[in-house]
């Protein structure tokens, strides 16, 4: 039992699948991080997790995985087109959907402050960087093209 154990969570570090599109993810925000904090002089630990910024780790994320399957598996399996269709999925609501979503909760953010617009109170602001631009998601799926091609 404990050695099954072992060797299912060896077999799940050693999974290039699962780890190199995850260390995409972590690189990328962490240099959103950085950059952030060169830009801003403040340190801001929700870059690390927060959506949205250039380039997209969502994007990278999701290239990096389907090219890691083409390029190990094939470009004419199941297993690559059902890659290939959740990156395409994934960037477009990236650049879409959520986008649009961001660009509502400024506006929102906007009506909600102005003074005799609303009787609203709140207590938070809604997050506004949401999604990416075309060009961050492009960007992003570049990244993730080059990582998979590498490894």
Avoid at 15 to 24: A, D, E, F, V
Avoid at 25 to 35: A, D, E, R
Avoid at 53 to 62: E, F, L
Avoid at 105 to 119: E, F, H
């Amino acid at each position: 039992m404990k050695e099954n154990i072992v060797n299912n969570f060896q077999g799940f570090i050693g999974n290039k699948y699962l780890i190199l599109p995850i260390l995409t993810w972590f690189f990328i925000q962490l240099f959103k991080l950085l950059y952030d904090l060169v830009t801003t002089k403040k340190f801001n630990f929700k870059r690390i997790l927060g959506a949205g910024g250039m380039p997209s780790s969502h994007s990278a994320v999701v290239v990096a995985l389907a090219t890691l399957i083409g390029k190990d598996f094939g470009v004419d399996t199941p297993l690559f087109a059902i890659a290939l269709l959740f990156a395409f999925v994934v960037m477009y609501d990236a650049a879409g959907v959520r986008r649009a979503a961001g660009k509502q909760a400024r506006l929102l953010n906007k009506i909600v402050q102005t003074p005799g617009l609303s009787g609203l109170e709140v207590q938070e602001r809604l997050v506004e960087v949401l999604g990416h631009t075309p060009v961050q998601v492009f960007v992003g799926a570049l990244i993730g093209l080059v990582v998979g091609l590498i490894f």
